[in-house]
Nanobody
Framework: QVQLVESGGGLVQAGGSLRLSCAASGRTFSSYNIGWFRQAPGQEREFIAAISRTGGSTYYGGSVKGRFTISRDNAKNTVNLQMNTLRPEDTAVYYC???????????????????WGQGTQVTVSS
């Protein structure tokens, strides 16, 4: 099992940047693919980015590709999401999640992930 805690959310102007972190517990952190999702009020949870267990593979949702970068540091049990060129439509609660399936394939659907953090609010003003 792994426990996840997001941090780094806040208020930022459009065009600005923000860095989110997902801190994980346990020595098994490197066994999990990690994904970032976001959810705005009244909307479905949206895939943002995912990273493989070793960090060798990444995948991004079309709405953020080229603006966001996911990375991980297994020695620190941390996954980060660097968000640049933020837009008002990026406003949402951002969640990190862990996929316990032992696979090299990163997944993009929320139901593919087994463990979730509580989320951190990101608000982008226009």
């Amino acid at each position: 099992q792994v426990q996840l805690v997001e941090s780094g959310g806040g208020l930022v102007q459009a065009g600005g940047s923000l860095r989110l972190s997902c801190a994980a517990s346990g020595r098994t952190f490197s066994s999990y693919n990690i994904g970032w999702f976001r959810q705005a009020p009244g909307q479905e949870r949206e895939f943002i980015a995912a990273i493989s267990r070793t960090g060798g593979s990444t995948y991004y949702g079309g709405s953020v590709k080229g603006r966001f970068t996911i990375s991980r540091d297994n020695a620190k049990n941390t996954v980060n999401l660097q968000m640049n060129t933020l837009r008002p439509e990026d406003t949402a609660v951002y969640y990190c999640a862990a996929d316990r399936t032992r696979t090299t394939i990163v997944r993009v659907t929320p139901n593919s992930y087994d463990y979730w953090g509580q989320g951190t609010q990101v608000t982008v003003s226009s």
